[in-house]
């Protein structure tokens, strides 16, 4: 659906983004993951057709974002700094932006509050937008990107200063849109709730790449680099020695009777040597790898590339 190529965009001497690549199939809950300043606004921006870009190419369902006015109407942008105005009660400001679109009269109130209702603010639509707290504000914005009904949205930070509850709704939401087959690509800083919420996730650091792929395997890939924490009932002397006989044992730390141990194997080579234990007696309580999160892939990964730059 989106395949980005060499995007080059400078602001000055400051280098925003620096021949990115980056491919995002149809029907993907992609999350962007990076700090201020690493391009994702940048990016967003240029896919959805309000930037140029300095160099490269990002294209949309096989046409080139930056040239193609046609591309808006497949493409829902909700930015993270937007204006609503005030002194319209949400169902105005829902019709006044499916006037745009020319859609008006029963039919067109009719949509908006379908539209209101998939983002849980039907009992809301008679009230003035300055009463609405700031997450009934972003779910407004996120119904109002709906409008045209996009087959691409673009969610830039789109949880951003919202109380837990407010994210929570907000991510019920995207992960329905995402039923309903949308193809979603959602920025955030809150990276516990991108592991939940995506499919895949792409980091950006420097306006660079770093790793993308699926939320599950970018979680294997490091879970596999955490330690094996072992419980045993009885049997700590004969477990340390199996242990330590496999080739795959990097260290061992003995505390009573749990073992931490760094272990480079793969699922499969976890499996053998439980069996390994318990077919030679001991008798394991626990037996599991130390869980990774996307904060800590995060941080792994931009530590690497700051090694190698």
Not at 182 to 198: D, G, N, P, R, Y
């Amino acid at each position: 659906m989106v395949e980005i190529k060499n995007l080059y965009k400078h602001y000055g001497k400051f280098v925003a983004l620096n021949y990115l690549n980056l491919s995002i199939d149809k029907g993907e809950l992609f999350g962007f993951v990076g700090p201020n300043g690493a391009g994702k606004t940048t990016t967003m921006r240029i896919i959805s057709g309000l930037l140029r870009a300095d160099g490269g190419a990002a294209v949309v369902d096989g046409v080139d974002a930056t040239y193609d006015n046609r591309l808006k109407r497949k493409i829902g942008y909700m930015p993270d700094f937007f204006g609503v105005y005030d002194n319209l009660k949400a169902i105005e400001y829902m019709e006044f932006y499916a006037s745009i679109y020319g859609l008006i009269g029963k039919d067109a109130t009719k949509m908006c509050l379908e539209l209101m209702d998939l983002v849980n603010l039907s009992d809301k639509a008679n009230m003035y937008v300055d009463g609405l707290s700031r997450g009934m504000k972003q779910r407004l914005c996120l119904a109002r990107s709906l409008i045209h009904n996009p087959e691409l949205l673009i969610l830039d930070e789109p949880a951003s200063g919202l109380d837990p509850r407010a994210r929570f709704e907000m991510k019920g939401i995207l992960k329905n849109l995402h039923d309903m087959g949308k193809t979603i690509i959602i920025s955030s800083h809150i990276l516990s709730e991108l592991a939940e919420m995506c499919t895949t996730i792409g980091i950006i650091d420097k306006g660079k790449m770093v790793t993308k792929g699926l939320v599950e395997d970018i979680l294997n890939q490091l879970n596999t680099s955490n330690p094996l924490k072992i419980r045993v009932v009885d049997g700590v002397e004969t477990a340390v020695k199996y242990i330590k006989e496999d080739p795959l044992v990097n260290n061992l730390s003995i505390e009573g009777k749990d073992l931490t141990v760094s272990f480079s194997g793969d699922e499969n080579d976890e499996a053998a040597l439980l069996v390994k234990l318990v077919e030679n007696g001991v008798r394991v309580a626990s037996f599991m790898r130390e869980t990774g999160n996307l904060e800590e892939v995060f941080m792994m990964v931009t530590a690497k590339k700051e090694v190698l730059d």
